[in-house]
């Protein structure tokens, strides 16, 4: 098995322009910034909270506060994974009660990452709501779970994977469509 | 009639180094010739080829435990003379901690009975205590009548002074050595293996060499007092040695042995591993760099095994709980072999004293141990470079509680000669 | 590089890289202490087997609490303490609980060596809580991380520990761990309790009976209980040890200014340490309590969480 790119779903200016249209959408879908706090989801939904939370406070003039959040003990999968689960703080400067909370995270696929946030989530506090926003949806729903704010959605099969690529974390700037094929 | 042909004998007590034949008729040697030398009629002798081996004379194991009477469960006295003759022992003495304790007649003249079919000769050794408790002198005269050829309350120290006194004055006049296992019960305390850099690591409570160093000490100054044969039983430390050295310089009947498994391993060896739990315990490098000295300069008078078996249940737990033991009829010998003659220690002739001249002195027994025509025909047959494994599971004894086992030998027991018959052969597989 | 460990059975046999990790691990759990519902479902449907067969209130309540809240549950045999009294044997025992299907045990036993007599014999992880004289490795890591989070580092301090160390499984872990990190430990206590044997234990090791030199200079100072009743043994009286050997303020004053106390528990106060030592600046045992909690946390995941067959590497994968 070998991992073959297949083709750009976004460039790094594409991002850029995408993560600006997401800004103003949770400002506005959220009536202000009052309440408001993103939450990044490990690892690279912590990035994007800090880029989103940074374009809202130059055009709205206001700070959102941003957590991180570690999903690791919430996975369903644990009992079947190959590798060794690595868990990491969750840090979340702020008390969840009451607030209109955004869980922000790069890929929205089968869901499950987004239950096992909630459920860390509700571990902290009791939020006034709770929405999703993600850069790309790719399909293949197992969970009844939406997201509110959409980057791109791009139709995947199977076998096929979305690849975020942040400077962050991976020094390049881009969202790419793989796929895996037999060697 | 049996005829051993083209074997090697070695014989200390004449010095005799030669290949030879050995003919035996009945339970004695007849005649030793050239090889070819002795020509038989049809007379239907058994030919025994021992080309590419050791004869010696008969090897006596001064130190073991039968368990019989009581313990059958680890052990009887026809199990244990089984692996006595697959590992080369003519003749075994057997310690008196049975259930009940050999420290009367009858006990003694049961073990005698039930001996009697046994492979190898079993001399019984009669507690120098009633009951091994310490109290009171045991019923030493009547034993000695019944058989016995020592005295011991082995498993524990004769710990008055006075006691000691008592029993070795009685020896002497019986004409009997006494054979103490050296110990201080309050150094001792609770202890299970020999204190040192190990214990501390393995957490396991030591006992340190000083232990049975003083023992011996104080019961050679009582040997002094009272002119008895004293024998240190499986020497396991310098200054306990040191202590028998100087005993000999000063001409006192004193002698001592040592096991083959506290001249092959140390303390360094042990794990929580139970098969490596015995009393006294293994010792540092240093003990066992000073008992090869004593192997080679004489100090030693003996090899004995101190086979010690329990069942494999009763090893099978915590460290601390099992019981001290383990078995060692058929590794004595290789462990020699391996250990002391091909890194040259020793010589083949000291080798062969540790297992016969030796023995025969500290027992003091009339007929002494040698191969020439009149002598008593228990032979011992072996092979310093026949390799082999040993593996507990396929041990004679009961009991399987050995550090050996899965150990590699180059040298090995190959026939075992008792009252002229062949007892115990090793088939050329194993 | 193999992360990954089926059993805990002692410092010793642990590498450096699984020691950071355990103590990375153990941050998470030290942060869920302070949420409002302390209760996950990454265990659930798995069991730890709680075997305890020396009494042990602290370190067993510990692992029991840790276990529940990652949604484990627990299975608990207690057995009086004395090795003297027979009975069922060991590995009847623990043999008897692996039937129950355990997901892993938890073991504290008198015997050195327990842990690995039961690891070597039954099917499931063991991860040892003490075992006789020999290790209590959760307690050292759980130390680790009071030094490093009180101190900022783990490295090259002054270590001095005090009591009976012949007998501390305590001692044994923390000396092996903290000279991974080359730390200089200074043993100190009544000289029969300290052989010099326990020097080769690892390297950097110096023992010294006077308190006041083992003081000079210590950036962490561990005070270990002092058992009064011993078997086998005549024991220092408790007025002769309070004068040679406890933890006073003014002995205390002779170490770094910046140094730190520790204590396993449970603290005979005004014994081996003076209450004002105890409850001061100084003291972490409120931390180490805590901590343990965190460190048991992180093990009991990285041991039950996932197959045993996962290979090493920490990764995380995609969503």
């Known amino acids: ?183 | 009639m049996l005829l051993i042909k083209n074997g090697r004998m070695v014989d200390p007590a004449s010095g005799a180094d030669a290949v030879a034949d050995v003919l035996i008729e009945g339970d004695r040697i007849a005649r030793i010739g050239a090889p070819g030398e002795i020509r038989l009629g049809d007379g239907g002798a058994e030919i025994l080829d021992a080309s590419g081996w050791i004869v010696a004379p008969g090897f006596i194991d001064l130190h073991c435990h039968l368990r019989e009477p009581g313990q059958e469960i680890s052990e009887t006295i026809e199990t244990g003379t089984r692996a006595a003759v697959r590992g080369g022992f003519t003749a075994v003495c057997a310690m008196p901690n049975t259930q009940p304790v050999n420290d009367n007649a009858s006990v003694t003249r049961s073990i005698v009975e039930r001996a009697a079919s046994a492979r190898a000769r079993v001399w019984p050794i009669g507690a120098a205590s009633a009951g091994s408790k310490g109290e009171s002198l045991a019923e030493i005269g009547a034993m000695r009548e019944a058989g016995i050829v020592a005295v011991s309350d082995d498993g524990r120290p004769i710990a008055s002074a006075r006691l000691l006194r008592q029993v070795m004055e009685q020896c002497r006049a019986l004409d009997l050595p006494v054979i103490e296992h050296c110990e201080d019960a309050s150094l001792f305390a609770g202890g299970v293996m020999r204190e040192g850099a190990r214990s501390a690591r393995l957490g396991l409570r030591g006992v340190p060499a000083e232990s049975e160093s003083i023992c011996a000490g104080r019961d050679v100054e009582i040997a002094a007092l009272t002119g008895a044969r004293y024998h240190v039983a499986h020497l396991s430390a310098r200054r306990t040695l040191e202590h028998v050295r100087e005993a000999k310089q000063r001409g006192l009947p004193v002698t001592c042995e040592v096991t083959s498994h506290h001249f092959t391993l140390t303390d360094d060896d042990v794990t929580y591993d139970a098969r490596f739990k015995m009393n006294p315990p293994l010792g540092s490098h240093d003990d066992r760099e000073a008992i090869l000295e004593g192997l080679a300069d004489g100090t030693v008078d003996a090899i004995a095994t101190d086979h010690a078996p329990h069942h494999p249940a009763s090893k099978e737990v915590e460290f601390d709980r099992a019981p001290f033991g383990v078995i060692g009829f058929e590794t004595a010998v290789g462990l020699a072999v391996d250990e002391l003659f091909h890194t040259k220690r020793i010589t083949l002739t000291r080798l062969i004293e540790l297992f016969t001249t030796g023995p025969a002195r500290v027992l003091g027994l009339r007929e002494n141990r040698s191969i020439a025509a009149g002598a008593l025909a228990d032979l011992t047959l072996f092979s310093l470079d026949h390799p082999w494994t040993f593996r507990a599971e396929e041990s004679a004894s009961r009991s399987r509680n050995s550090p050996f086992d899965g150990r590699k030998f180059r040298g090995a027991p190959m026939a075992t000669i008792v009252a002229g018959r062949v007892v115990g052969r090793r088939p050329l597989a194993i | 590089m193999a992360l990954r460990f089926r059993h805990l059975l002692g410092i010793e046999s642990l590498t450096t890289e699984q020691i950071l990790f355990l103590l990375d691990q153990s941050k998470p759990f030290q942060e869920f202490q302070r949420y409002p519902l302390k209760k996950l479902a990454t265990l659930r449907g798995k069991t730890v087997a709680l075997a305890f067969f020396e009494p042990s209130t602290r370190t067993r309540i510990s692992f029991a609490t840790a276990a529940a809240r990652l949604g484990a549950d627990a299975m608990l045999f207690q057995a009086e303490g004395s090795s003297l009294k027979k009975g069922e044997s060991l590995l009847d025992t623990v043999r008897t609980l692996e039937a129950m299907m355990p997901d892993a045990i938890v073991l504290r036993h008198s015997a050195s060596g327990a842990a690995e007599f039961v690891a070597a014999r039954l099917e499931i992880p063991v991860i040892n809580a003490g075992d006789g004289a020999h290790e209590h490795p959760t307690q050292a890591l759980l130390d680790a991380l009071t030094i490093r989070d009180r101190k900022g580092m783990l490295e090259h301090w002054n270590v001095t520990i005090i009591g009976d160390i012949l007998h501390s499984r305590v001692a044994r872990s923390n000396i092996h761990l903290l000279s991974r990190f080359g730390c200089r430990i200074t043993l100190c206590g009544p000289p029969m309790w300290m052989p010099a044997e326990m020097e080769s234990l690892a390297p950097g090791v110096r023992r010294t009976a006077r308190i006041e030199e083992a003081l000079d200079g210590a950036d962490v100072i561990i005070t270990l209980r002092v058992q009064t009743e011993r078997q086998h043994e005549p024991s220092l009286s408790p007025e002769e040890y309070i004068l040679l050997y406890q933890l006073t303020p003014e002995r205390l004053r002779r170490a770094h200014p910046d140094a730190i106390v520790l204590h396993p528990g449970p603290m005979n106060r005004g014994l081996e340490i003076d209450p004002a030592v105890a409850d001061g600046p100084q003291s972490c045992v409120i931390e180490q309590v805590t901590n343990g909690l965190a460190v048991r946390m992180a093990l009991l995941f990285q041991v039950l969480g996932t197959p045993a067959d996962s290979p090493g590497e920490g990764t995380n994968a995609a969503n």
């Open chain 1, 1 to 183: 098995m070998r991992i073959v790119e297949k083709r750009q779903v976004l460039s790094a200016a594409e991002m850029d322009r995408t993560l600006q249209r997401l800004a103003y959408e949770i400002v506005e879908k959220s009536g202000g910034t009052a309440d408001l706090a993103l939450i990044g989801v490990r690892r690279r939904g912590v990035p994007l909270a800090e880029r989103l939370a940074h374009l809202i406070r130059a055009f709205a003039k206001a700070d959102v506060p941003v957590g991180t959040l570690d999903i690791t003990l919430y996975r369903d999968d644990l009992s079947t994974v190959a590798w060794q689960p690595v868990v990491q703080s969750t840090d979340i400067p702020f008390a969840v009660d009451d607030r209109e909370i955004v869980l922000v995270d790069d890929v929205l696929y089968t869901g499950r990452t987004a239950r096992a946030a909630m459920n860390a989530l509700f571990d902290l506090g009791r939020p006034k709501r709770v929405r999703l926003c993600v850069l790309v949806d790719r399909g293949h729903r197992e969970l009844p779970i939406e997201a509110s704010f959409v980057g791109a959605t791009v139709q995947t099969s199977d076998s096929e994977m979305i690849e975020a690529r942040l400077r962050e974390i991976d020094g390049d700037e881009s969202v790419v469509l793989v796929d895996r094929v037999a060697n």
